[in-house]
């Protein structure tokens, strides 16, 4: 089984209220290690049977764009895990 | 910058409808590849100025358990970005 994960995050001019709130609440809960930006992204984990063609990397890299980030606020990175 | 990803994914036992969704539209949005599988996870990116010591990644992997996933029906896993 192959997965293909597609990491979708908000484009950095995009503000992030949830990820701010995480940054906040971090040291609130006692941790003390330092950040500078906290930021929320949602995965899409493609399981496949065998390992992507070129061609199939440019259909899963189409679905990205269309159905599972929008292009407008996201931007997307697709990688590929055996 | 160096970046620490927190990969949340849902247990393999939950139902994950989202991903079934996505898993029913592919095919319906004119994509051919075939998925055995879909699933939809979360990340959240930390962004720190320095590399993480070891005791700062044990207070992350700590916080991934605690502030941003639920291991009742999630598991997480951890990567570091330079």
Redesign the interface.
């Given at each position: 089984?192959v997965k293909v994960i597609v990491?979708v995050?908000l484009k950095d001019e995009i503000l992030d209220p949830q990820?701010d709130a995480?940054s906040r609440?971090?040291p609130r809960?006692g941790?003390?290690?330092?950040?500078?930006?906290?930021?929320?992204?949602?995965?899409?984990?493609?399981?496949?049977?065998h390992s992507?063609s070129a061609s199939?990397l440019k259909?899963?890299e189409?679905?990205a764009a269309?159905?599972?980030s929008n292009p407008v606020i996201e931007t997307f990175t697709i990688r590929v895990e055996d």
């Open positions: 089984m990491d995050v990820g995480i609440a971090l809960m941790f003390s290690f330092k950040t500078t930006n906290v930021r929320q992204g949602k995965s899409f984990i493609l399981t496949l049977d992507p199939e259909e899963i189409s679905a269309t159905l599972l």
